[in-house]
């Protein structure tokens, strides 16, 4: 199983990024695939979730309304479409996937079984 974090960069606050994951070796179908965080100095932080089984999302409190997460299950691709980025989303952004429903405690880590390597955003003010 390989997961393939892309589209990170250098970006003002106010703009706007879209981050791809590319998966080989699961279907999003039957898993749960969910964009995690980690700002320098923090704990790595649940963002966005979407649910292939039954196609149920959650999002952080701290995203609603700015981000946005789709999967394209015919290419097996995860994306997060940011807007209104503001420095404080400055992290290494990671996709990551559990098999099955999302899990009770959709934002815990340790939940999802596979990681992708993590791309980096940059928020400038």
């Known amino acids: 199983v390989q997961l393939q974090a892309s589209g990170g960069g250098l970006v003002q606050a106010g703009g706007s990024l879209k981050l791809s994951c590319a998966a080989s070796?699961?279907?999003?179908?039957?898993?749960?695939v969910a964009w995690f965080r980690q700002a320098p100095g923090k704990e790595r932080e649940g963002v966005l979730s979407?649910?292939?089984?039954?196609?149920?999302?959650s999002y952080a409190d701290s995203v609603k309304g700015r981000f946005r997460i789709s999967s394209d299950s015919a290419k097996n691709m995860l994306y997060l479409q940011m807007n209104s980025l503001k420095p404080e989303d400055t992290a290494v952004y990671y996709c990551?996937?559990?098999?099955?429903?999302?899990?009770?405690?959709?934002?815990?880590?340790?939940?999802?079984?596979?990681w992708g390597q993590g791309t980096l955003v940059t928020v400038s003010s």
């Open positions: 979407i649910s292939g089984v039954d196609g149920s999302t």
């Open positions: 990551a996937a559990a098999f099955g429903h999302a899990p009770p405690l959709v934002f815990v880590a340790r939940h999802y079984d596979y």
């Open positions: 070796g699961i279907t999003f179908d039957d898993h749960t």
